[in-house]
Every structure is written in C-alpha cells, then in structure tokens.
C-alpha cells in the first residue's frame, strides 16, 4: 500500500529534463553508442556511459539512497553485459554507506541485471575499510587488501564484475586480486559509468 502512496504523493519522473514516468528517461539515458570499452589490471571491461551528464545525476542520486534510479539503471547495466554468462560478483560498497544508504547500490545493480539476463550472481567479496570517495589517485592504489573472498562458500571458477562506477580501478584492482588468490578467473568487469581518464601532462595545453 506504501508504494501506491507514495507513487500518488511523490511521482516519478526524468532526473534530467523532469519529463515522464522514469526516474531516467529513455531520451536522456545513454544510447548503446555511449557504451565505453577499455581494460583495467588486463581485465576487459565496459561502462553504459561517461560518468557525466544525466546518467551521473542518476547514479549520484542512487548514492543518495533514491531506489527508484535502481530500476532504470540495472537495464543500462544489463545491455552491457551483453553475452556474458559468468556468475556476477558486485564490489560491496563500505558498511557505512551500506547503512546510510539502506541497501549496497552493487549487490541491488547486479540482482537486478542477473534477473534481465538470466544469470546468477555470486556474492563472493566482503569489503573492508573506508569507502575511496575523496581519495586521490594514487591514494587509491595505495590502498590494497580492502577485499576478501567470503568462506564456506563455493567458487565458480570464472565471473564478471560488476559495480556503479569505474573512476581510477583501484577497487576493481583490488578485488581481482583477491579472487585471483583464491582460484577464481575474472573474465570481464561491467559497470555504469566510467569516470574519463586523467589526462597526462603532454596532453593539456598550455594557455
């Protein structure tokens, strides 16, 4: 009944042009050429978009603990994984995100698109440490071992990835490590949205 409520009270609508029915609709979401393909740690991974634009205000307001961006951002999730048909493991967020949120954003994504695309999802990793927000780049890499394969539990021996957002892969790094270290192969990373790369010195121009 809550949901009927709340649906009447607060209606959903586009977090970008604030038209329609879609916390993120279909014309302000990226298009399958947004799609980026790169590789972290020898890892071959995508992201649904560029880590701008309205499909950031999505995921940031996922961050926030606005559910209603779950539903429209698994399918974008979904579409990337393409024919992958490796269990999905999410990259648990930090506990104390997970409580502010009221749900892990990665476990939730990965549910979800492993229901669109039939496939099953592993919750192998449990995170340890502060979350990497606010870091610096090469803070981030020097933060290792926050990942550790859960025990008693069966290991598939190849699995995707999955998590919200690529900025540095430091975490992806790091998780692929400690999968690596207990038998298990990743084949291939997905997420929503990739952070653009820094560019090198050599590249910005002066002026």
């Not at 048909?85 to 995100?97: I, Y």
């Not at 669109?116 to 780049?137: F, I, P, T, Y």
């Amino acid at each position: 009944m809550w949901t009927t409520i709340r649906a009447w009270l607060f209606p959903v609508s586009c977090i970008a042009c604030g038209r329609g029915a879609h916390a993120l609709c279909r014309s302000c979401a990226p298009g399958a050429a947004d799609a980026e393909r790169f590789a972290i740690a020898g890892i071959d991974a995508r992201a649904a978009g560029a880590y701008a634009g309205a499909l950031r205000e999505a995921i940031v307001a996922m961050k926030r603990g606005e559910r209603d961006q779950l539903a429209v951002l698994a399918p974008l999730l979904a579409r990337e994984l393409g024919s992958l048909t490796e269990p999905l493991v999410p990259l648990r967020t930090s506990a104390r995100r997970r409580r502010a949120r009221g749900f892990d954003q990665a476990v939730e994504l990965a549910q979800r698109a492993a229901a669109l695309n039939g496939l099953v999802v592993c919750d192998l990793l449990e995170k340890r440490g502060s979350a990497q927000h606010g870091r610096s780049r090469s803070a981030r890499f020097e933060v290792r071992g926050r990942f550790r394969v859960r025990r008693g539990i069966v290991l598939p021996s190849r699995v995707t990835l999955i998590d919200d957002v690529c900025t540095t892969g430091a975490t992806l790094a790091d998780a692929a490590d400690a999968l690596f270290d207990a038998g298990v192969t990743v084949l291939a990373a997905v997420f929503l949205a990739r952070t653009p790369p820094a560019r090198k010195p050599s590249q910005i121009r002066a002026g």
